[in-house]
């Protein structure tokens, strides 16, 4: 039984990747975040395995050596889009998180595990290897850090779709209140199990997410959703902390420690 088990998580890990959305670039040295990025993932992780995890990114440009996919696709405004953005969020982030809220899970369901890392962090170490960690334990989830979300007009809104689209897909389910529970993960770095989010229900939790005209209106990002969905369809022992890993958030100059 337990050769059977650890042949399952063999096989299931040769099936994972680490992923992240990246912006494109015509000068090369624009690049230079990204490449430290992924040397970062070499240093504390694929150095030592015998087979390394892809690097996929999505993006439009192409790379001999990391694997990039286009996902224009899904980048255009939807056509009932047409003004009324609250506050000064740029179009391409509003975008970037409804990516990162629903269509992800397109992309990366040819995997049984993916880690995101976003292009502007960088890996200083971990105490084992997050995909490694996260199979074994048979969780869902695991992030590096659990936070509130800060965003006030996200805060005034979120909670009252959450509230109504329970009513409908999982009224067992605590009140949106407990689901909005302040304690989402840190989105910029997580391994999961895409099996997950793939499931019926969770699939329509958050396409009605994105398909709310308030969802680019108003901002609303992928930390929140994401831990709401977690908070609704997983338990609590299957969402957890990825134990002594370290990394710095570049763009916002912070050194996430876990626990």
Known sequence: ?????????????????????????????????????????FETINRYRSRHYPLVIW?????RDVRFVDVSLVFQAPDWVAGGLQEDWLLGY??????????V??????????????????LRSVAA?????????GRDFGAAAFVAETHALTNRTLPHFVADCMKVIHPSAAQA?????????????????????LQPHVQWFLYA?????????????????LGVALNAFSVVDRVGLIPGLVYQHESHHATIVSG
């Not at 290897?129 to 334990?137: C, G, R, S, Y």
């Not at 997410?209 to 108003?218: C, G, L, M, T, V």
Request: aromatic fraction near 14%; proline fraction near 3%.
């Open 1 to 41: 039984m337990k050769a059977r088990k650890s042949a399952k998580h063999n096989a299931a890990r040769a099936k994972a990747a680490i992923v992240c959305l990246a912006r494109g670039h015509h000068n090369f040295s624009d690049y230079d975040q990204l490449i430290a990025r992924n040397r970062s993932i």
């Open 209 to 225: 997410a994105i398909s709310q005209p308030e969802s680019i209106r108003f901002r609303w990002g992928d930390l929140p959703v």
């Open 129 to 137: 290897d997050p995909i490694e960690w996260l199979a074994a334990t």
């Open 59 to 63: 993006a439009r440009e192409a790379n």
């Open 94 to 103: 509003r975008l970037m998180c409804r990516f990162h809220i629903y269509y």
């Open 105 to 122: 899970w397109q992309y990366a369901n040819e995997f049984v595990y993916v880690m995101r890392l976003d292009d502007d962090c960088i």
């Open 177 to 197: 209140l407990d689901l909005y529970n302040q304690g989402f993960p840190y989105t910029n770095l997580y391994v999961t199990r895409t099996a997950f989010w």
